[in-house]
């Protein structure tokens, strides 16, 4: 390797990190995923023409179309999508990164002349590729499936988890068998790779909708791992470091929403999260009776109040009133009234899914204000007004034993004076359970499409 091109993959390194550091805080997570970008244009466009190997001119001409048909189609992508798809557009783009790396495996093994005599530290590195970025790409597209609803968010398969150990302990083993007795077989190198890509999807596919966060997180970071794996087979630092800095972070984040939603990371995998409930409108045998209100009624209690707590779920994204309540906050604010965000790690579809929401419509950085430290003020709050959020707010986490969310932390919205709860019906949220703070005494639901409601709300607050 070139000095120059030494420099490159140290200066991309670089960057790499400062832009991993940036993304931790909203206001600068823009800059550091461009300052990210811009080094991984620099490896790509260093690896490319700075290197010893003599390639003939019909391979850059096809490099050169791949990266433009790629960039284009992602940059449509990503400025077309809408922010209730972003978590399944991430989930996607992880798919694409595991299959990557199997497909580098594959090459990598069908192009050896000699696999049965390489190394076989380098033909364990090439079937790991494999087997790992096939079980995160097909993974990623059952979670993909998952978030977009073309399949069900919970789906039971007998004696799971005895299935999903035997086939996970089947390719440890068969490509330990592979390495061993040195096989050139394709025909073992597909059966290798179509039981990653079954796994892939016994893993994914009876995890609760509502454990989808850790599920993505989880995936992102074996997509890492198999970056790092190809990064060794190449003896490329860039690669290794890229893949170890996206597997260690996707891990620390695992651990974080497992912290999050009080779950180990073994009940998630071995254990679905909830099942299916719909809750009627009207009475209900155990929990009591439901309140309805109006935008006008909800207008003169925030009116006349002096804190006030504004909780987003997913049905905000969904009915994409990020801008809305934003105007209902600054109209608040004019009327002197405090208001903050409290926002919970695992509200939306992914991890940060509600600040990225809110920092679309420019709501202040200040006002955001997370679970621990929000939840000793909603006893001060005078008005509590959630939007879309379900299970994040839900009591039953604190008081039902039996409840699959018992012990997960949860906004304390119950501690407020008044709640208003905002969703289109009774119908219960992703974990499939009915939400005990939906009959409290000092619960009113405001039912309606989020943008229309907080847009009576406003109006009506507009003409106090």
């Known amino acids: 390797m070139s000095i120059l091109l030494s420099i490159i993959y ?8 400062v832009g991993l550091k ?12 461009s300052i990210a970008a811009l080094g991984m244009g620099l490896a790509i466009v260093g690896t490319i023409f700075i290197n010893d190997i003599e390639v003939p001119t019909i391979i850059y001409v096809l490099i050169g179309l791949a990266i433009l048909v790629g960039s284009i189609m992602g940059w449509l992508i990503a400025m077309k999508v809408e922010m209730t798809k972003m978590p399944e557009l991430v989930s996607l783009f992880n798919g694409f990164g595991g299959a990557s790396a199997a497909l580098i495996g594959v090459v990598e093994f069908i192009g050896n002349d000699n696999i049965a005599g390489t190394e076989a530290t380098i033909v364990s590195t090439i079937l790991s590729a494999i087997a790992i970025g096939a079980i995160t790409f097909s993974g990623s597209l059952v979670a993909w499936g998952k978030l977009n609803g073309s399949l069900k968010s919970v789906v039971k398969i007998p004696q799971y988890n005895i299935i999903n150990n035997l086939v996970i302990i089947g390719i440890v083993a068969f490509s330990a068998f592979m390495v061993i007795t040195g096989t050139d077989s394709q025909i073992l190198l597909y059966a290798l790779l179509g039981a990653g890509l079954l796994y892939g999807v016994l893993f994914v596919l009876p995890i609760g909708g ?8 989880l995936l992102n970071s074996l997509t890492g791992i198999a970056a790092a794996i190809t990064g060794i087979l190449y003896d490329n630092m860039v690669m290794l470091v890229g893949g170890i800095l996206v597997g260690s972070a996707g891990i620390i984040l695992t651990v974080a929403m497992c912290k999050a939603m009080n779950r180990t990371l073994g009940s998630v995998i071995f254990g679905s999260f909830g099942a299916s409930a719909v809750a009627e409108e009207g009475v209900n045998k155990t929990l009591g009776t439901i309140k309805k209100t109006t935008s006008s009624d909800t207008a003169i209690m925030m009116n006349y109040a ?17 801008h809305v309540i934003h105007e209902l906050e600054e109209i608040l604010t004019g009327k002197g009234v405090n208001v903050k965000y409290a926002i919970h790690p695992v509200a939306g579809r992914m991890p940060g899914h509600m600040n990225v929401l809110l920092a679309e419509s420019n709501v202040e950085y200040s006002l955001l204000a997370e679970m621990d430290d929000i939840n000793p003020q909603f006893n001060n709050a005078d008005v509590v007004l959630v939007v879309g959020a379900n299970d994040v707010v839900n009591p039953a986490a604190h008081n039902d034993p039996a409840s699959p969310i018992y012990g997960m932390p949860i906004l304390d919205v119950e501690n407020a004076k008044h709640i208003v709860v905002n969703k289109r019906s009774m119908k219960a949220g992703y974990a499939g359970i009915e939400n005990e703070l939906f009959y409290n005494s000092k619960t009113s639901m405001l039912f309606g ?4 409601a907080l847009t009576e709300l406003v109006g009506e607050l507009k003409g106090m």
């Open 306 to 322: 002096q804190n006030v707590i504004i909780v987003p779920g997913y049905g905000l994204a969904v009915a994409q009133a990020q």
């Open 210 to 217: 509502a454990d989808m966060p850790v599920v993505i997180s």
């Open 10 to 17: 140290l200066i991309s390194t670089v960057t790499f990190i």
């Open 449 to 452: 499409d989020a943008k229309d």
């Open 22 to 33: 940036k993304l931790g805080h909203p206001e600068t997570a823009k800059s550091g995923n």
